[in-house]
């Protein structure tokens, strides 16, 4: 079946701009999760979703970061007011429930300028 | 802060050899992943342990895993070129950890 899928797959925008990530998780998974990952470097958590609890927001880095998921299914990651160390492979993945393996999606290369 | 921590931070071998990453981590964890990612992109899962087994095989790899320790390592034996990545531990508790990464070379 298909993956978790992410879009767009390259960003390129102007420091203060604002921009908004997509991700399309696997039917049926309701755990989400959003990473980044800066270069060279390991995976820095975001966000996570699970069904219709709360998010829990504990890694977004400052409240230029949101995200919402929509129906239990699509996420949007929207970064406002944008700066060049939010320069970054923004991964989302998604599993069955919190405890399962996590199926990532190819990320999106976020560079802004 | 992190959870999870691997070592080494970078690995190269000859091909045929085997590999091998450890993982060290904080608190009381409800199972343990490995996960490969290759070119920077997205990871896929290798393998689940959970906190009450203490090792795990799934084809060229084991898994060992010590929570008196907390600590577990990944084993890939008669390594390939193409097992050349980036390895990671995550750790499940409330929330879920990657550690920094183990960065495999391979040497055909």
């Known amino acids: 079946g298909a993956g978790v899928s992410q879009s767009p797959s390259n960003k390129v925008t102007e420091k203060g701009k604002d921009v908004e990530l997509r991700c399309d998780p696997i039917?049926?998974?309701?755990?989400l999760y959003w990473y980044r990952q800066s270069l060279g470097q390991g995976l820095e958590f975001l966000i996570y979703?699970?069904?219709?609890?709360?998010?829990?927001k504990s890694g977004l880095p400052s409240d230029r970061f949101s995200a919402e998921r929509t129906g239990g299914s699509v996420s949007t990651l929207t970064i406002q007011r944008t700066q060049q160390e939010d320069s970054a492979v923004y991964l989302c993945?998604?599993?069955?429930?919190?405890?399962?393996?996590?199926?990532f999606g190819p990320g999106t290369r976020l560079t802004v300028t | 802060s992190q959870q999870g921590e691997e070592d080494p931070q970078a690995l190269s071998i000859q091909e045929g050899e085997n590999a091998t990453m450890n993982c060290s981590y904080k608190t009381s964890i409800n199972n343990l992943q490995w996960y490969r990612q290759n070119s920077g992109r997205g990871l896929v899962h290798l393998i689940l342990?959970?906190?009450?087994?203490r090792e795990k095989h799934s084809g060229r790899l084991r898994v060992t895993l010590d929570t008196s320790k907390k600590s577990s390592s990944l084993l890939i034996t008669a390594s390939r070129a193409a097992d050349t990545a980036s390895y990671f531990c995550a750790t499940a508790t409330n929330q879920f950890y990657f550690g920094t990464g183990t960065s495999l070379t391979v040497i055909p």
């Open positions: 993945a998604s599993s069955l429930n919190r405890q399962y393996e996590q199926y």
């Open positions: 979703f699970q069904g219709n609890s709360a998010p829990d």
């Open positions: 039917s049926g998974h309701t755990a």
């Open positions: 342990i959970r906190s009450n087994e």
